[in-house]
């Protein structure tokens, strides 16, 4: 059976931060696809220059109990969309064998300097089935209509 919301997966979380312990690390609404994951740091507050990065711990550990599913680490809307903070590599993943803290790496895509304080929502944690690929080494793949075209191949409209 796959986990749904009404079914959900069981994840142990250890907490290695008081912030995230006592913040609440949860759906912020019944309907939220991801969990809030929030900044773990001993200071005030950081800053992050434009086009720099900083891996933000968010103070839990997790062990995913069911077979088949990872965690993915995605952008906050309103951080990306209003302040450019968006997670570095696009999107995190925290395979189900990982047992170390999770750390967030925010990257400044805006042309100021961001400031990040401590506790604060910095990303959204969503369980999400993955499927193993069995690779078959081949000479040749079947042909299709678009072939090799990529990257706008298809036209703006």
Same mark, same amino acid.
Request: negative net charge; charged residues 20%; contains cysteine.
């Given at each position: 059976?796959?986990?749904? %919301?009404?079914?959900?997966?069981?994840?142990?979380? +250890?907490?290695?931060?008081?912030? =995230?312990?006592? @913040?609440?690390?949860?759906? =912020?609404? #019944?309907?939220?696809?991801?969990?809030?994951?929030?900044?773990?740091?001993?200071?005030?507050?950081?800053?992050?220059?434009?086009?720099?990065?900083?891996?933000?711990? /968010?103070?839990?550990?997790?062990?995913?109990? =069911?077979?088949?599913?990872?965690?993915?680490?995605?952008?906050?809307?309103?951080?990306?969309? +209003?302040?450019?903070?968006?997670?570095? %590599?696009?999107?995190? /993943?925290?395979? #189900?064998? &990982?047992?170390?803290?999770?750390? /967030?790496?925010?990257?400044?895509? @805006?042309?100021?300097? $961001?400031?990040?304080?401590?506790? %604060? $929502?910095?990303? %959204?944690?969503?369980?999400?089935? &993955?499927?193993? =690929?069995?690779?078959?080494? @081949?000479?040749?793949? @079947?042909?299709?209509?678009?072939?090799?075209?990529?990257?706008?191949?298809?036209? +703006?409209?």
């Amino acid at each position: 059976m796959t986990p749904t %919301q009404s079914n959900p997966v069981e994840v142990k979380v +250890k907490f290695l931060s008081d912030i =995230a312990k006592n @913040s609440g690390t949860d759906y =912020a609404t #019944p309907n939220s696809a991801g969990i809030d994951l929030r900044a773990c740091i001993e200071n005030d507050s950081i800053e992050i220059c434009p086009g720099e990065r900083h891996a933000f711990p /968010v103070g839990i550990a997790i062990e995913i109990t =069911a077979p088949g599913i990872a965690g993915f680490i995605y952008s906050r809307s309103g951080l990306g969309t +209003k302040d450019g903070l968006t997670i570095s %590599q696009g999107v995190g /993943v925290i395979d #189900p064998d &990982y047992r170390g803290e999770i750390k /967030v790496s925010l990257l400044n895509t @805006s042309g100021e300097k $961001r400031r990040i304080e401590r506790g %604060q $929502r910095i990303a %959204q944690l969503v369980f999400m089935p &993955y499927c193993h =690929a069995n690779l078959i080494p @081949s000479e040749e793949l @079947s042909e299709t209509q678009r072939g090799a075209g990529g990257f706008g191949h298809t036209g +703006k409209n």
